[in-house]
């Protein structure tokens, strides 16, 4: 079972400002198949798709996903009002299919 | 635009079976995996298994033992079954389908259900 470490657990910004998640994995990720979800309170998780071949339904430019092998980051360039949430990684390159435990980012 | 609802009973006793539908509205189950995800009270996410539209299935070894999910595409819904219970169960309980994109599954969920907590306790 691949286990997904996300750093910090609580990020404490002001909007407008960079936020920078990680999300490290035990072992390799094949394919780069490393998904992100932002999840607000009382509200499911949404996939935020970073790749190009989704941009139908895709996250504002703010948001950008980067990484591969076993370190993976999400960046937030800005950061918006809407924006502050709970931010989980998922790996699916392997079953079972795992999620990191969250990185919270809080308004300062 | 693709509506994912659970359904079922929020309180279950210890040792019994929790039992939930997920009713998919707006597309087919047909063409897709469809899962099942947990999350306890103020903790992460925990995937439980899924299902194909023609019944194959996936499950988590932690849970495998207690768990069926199944499919009945003549009521395009999906369930799932968690025999003997404990409190360690209670969690909010999402159905989501698995991400589909140019001829190819990705294991991701693209489309979630509003969740539904389900309380084990006596």
């Known amino acids: 079972e691949i286990v997904l470490t996300q750093s910090p657990g609580t990020l404490s910004l002001s909007p407008g400002e960079r936020a920078t998640l990680s999300c490290r994995a035990s072992q390799r990720v094949n394919s780069n198949y490393l998904a992100w979800y932002q999840q607000k309170p009382g509200q499911a998780p949404r996939l935020l798709f970073c790749?190009?071949?989704s941009r139908a339904t895709a996250i504002p430019d703010r948001f950008s996903c980067s990484g591969s092998g076993t370190d993976f980051t999400l960046t937030i360039s800005r950061l918006e009002p809407e924006d502050f949430a709970v931010y989980f990684c998922q790996q699916y390159a392997n079953s079972p299919l795992t999620f990191g435990g969250g990185t919270k980012v809080e308004i300062k | 635009q693709v509506q994912l609802q659970e359904s079922g009973p929020g309180l279950v006793k210890p040792s019994e079976t929790l039992s939930l539908t997920c009713t998919v509205s707006g597309d087919s189950v047909s063409g897709y995996y469809w899962s099942w995800i947990r999350q306890p009270p103020g903790k992460g996410l925990e995937w439980i298994a899924y299902i194909y539209y023609r019944g194959d299935t996936n499950y988590n070894p932690s849970l495998k033992r207690r768990v069926t999910i199944s499919v009945d595409t003549s009521k395009n819904q999906f369930s799932l079954k968690l025999n003997s219970v404990t409190a360690a169960d209670t969690a909010v309980y999402y159905c989501?389908?698995?991400?589909?994109?140019?001829?190819?599954?990705?294991?991701?969920?693209?489309?979630w259900g509003q969740g539904t907590l389900v309380t084990v306790s006596s």
């Open positions: 790749g190009a071949s």
């Open positions: 989501a389908r698995v991400a589909y994109d140019s001829s190819h599954y990705y294991y991701k969920f693209d489309y």
